[in-house]
């Protein structure tokens, strides 16, 4: 046992006066197996690296596409519909130069048929107009701008439309400015002036 205490000694006197710490790089042989896994996946390492770099590339490389697409399709994308408008002006200028006062016939065909060719344009481009006369009143769908008391009517109905209004597909484009018809109750204003009249009278 006295034996054994004293080499275990003397290897703790060996390594502290080698100057061993933890820090101490250790520097392995290429026979060594761990050299050779070490080796291994630093080059594994390095191939990930290199896929990442080469995949960060071109996705900064797609970026940049697609933004140069948003910004063409952007700045070009009202080049369609106002080649459609410039059509509609031609006509209307056309239209103008008609004698109305001599020929009231045909300029009224004339603007008729710029309101059939508008209304195509529209239409192509998703626009219908939205229903309201006659339909309830929906603030989603019309603005009401008047409200008259009609009992011979449906309370909130619709009953008479200044300016149409339009959807584009699914979205309210503009909506419709109407007139509402309102069955109201007495306010309380009114109720107590009535109460005082009745006290008034039975005062008499």
Same mark, same amino acid.
């Given at each position: 046992?006295?034996?054994?205490?004293?080499?275990?000694?003397?290897?703790?006197?060996?390594?502290?006066?080698?100057?061993?710490?933890?820090?101490?790089?250790?520097?392995?042989?290429?026979?060594?197996?761990?050299?050779?896994?070490?080796?291994?996946?630093?080059?594994?390492?390095?191939?990930?690296?290199?896929?990442?770099?080469?995949?960060?590339?071109? *996705?900064?490389?797609?970026?940049?596409?697609?933004?140069?697409? *948003?910004?063409?399709?952007?700045?070009?994308?009202?080049?369609?519909?106002?080649?459609?408008?410039?059509?509609?002006?031609?006509?209307?200028?056309?239209?103008?130069?008609?004698? *109305?006062?001599?020929?009231?016939?045909?300029?009224?065909?004339?603007?008729?048929?710029?309101?059939?060719?508008?209304?195509?344009?529209?239409?192509?481009?998703?626009?219908?107009?939205?229903?309201?006369?006659?339909?309830? *009143?929906?603030?989603?769908?019309?603005?009401? &701008?008047?409200? &008259?008391?009609?009992?011979?009517?449906?309370?909130?109905?619709?009953?008479?439309?200044?300016?149409?209004?339009?959807?584009?597909?699914?979205?309210?484009?503009?909506?419709?400015? &109407?007139?509402?018809?309102?069955?109201?109750?007495?306010? &309380?204003?009114?109720?107590?002036?009535?109460?005082?009249?009745?006290?008034?009278?039975?005062?008499?």
């Amino acid at each position: 046992m006295d034996e054994e205490n004293e080499k275990d000694q003397e290897i703790e006197l060996d390594l502290s006066e080698e100057g061993l710490e933890d820090d101490t790089i250790i520097e392995l042989s290429p026979e060594d197996p761990l050299y050779k896994q070490l080796d291994e996946e630093c080059n594994k390492t390095n191939e990930l690296l290199d896929r990442l770099q080469r995949l960060q590339a071109e *996705f900064e490389n797609y970026r940049k596409r697609m933004d140069a697409r *948003f910004s063409d399709v952007t700045k070009f994308a009202s080049e369609n519909i106002l080649l459609k408008v410039l059509d509609v002006y031609d006509n209307i200028l056309r239209a103008l130069e008609m004698d *109305f006062a001599n020929d009231p016939q045909a300029a009224k065909e004339g603007i008729s048929a710029i309101a059939q060719q508008i209304n195509k344009m529209l239409t192509l481009e998703g626009v219908r107009p939205i229903e309201s006369k006659g339909m309830q *009143f929906d603030p989603y769908y019309q603005h009401a &701008v008047q409200k &008259v008391h009609d009992p011979d009517k449906k309370d909130g109905e619709v009953l008479e439309e200044y300016q149409k209004g339009y959807m584009l597909k699914e979205k309210v484009l503009r909506p419709a400015v &109407v007139c509402v018809n309102r069955h109201e109750a007495p306010t &309380v204003e009114t109720s107590n002036d009535e109460d005082k009249d009745n006290q008034k009278e039975g005062a008499e």
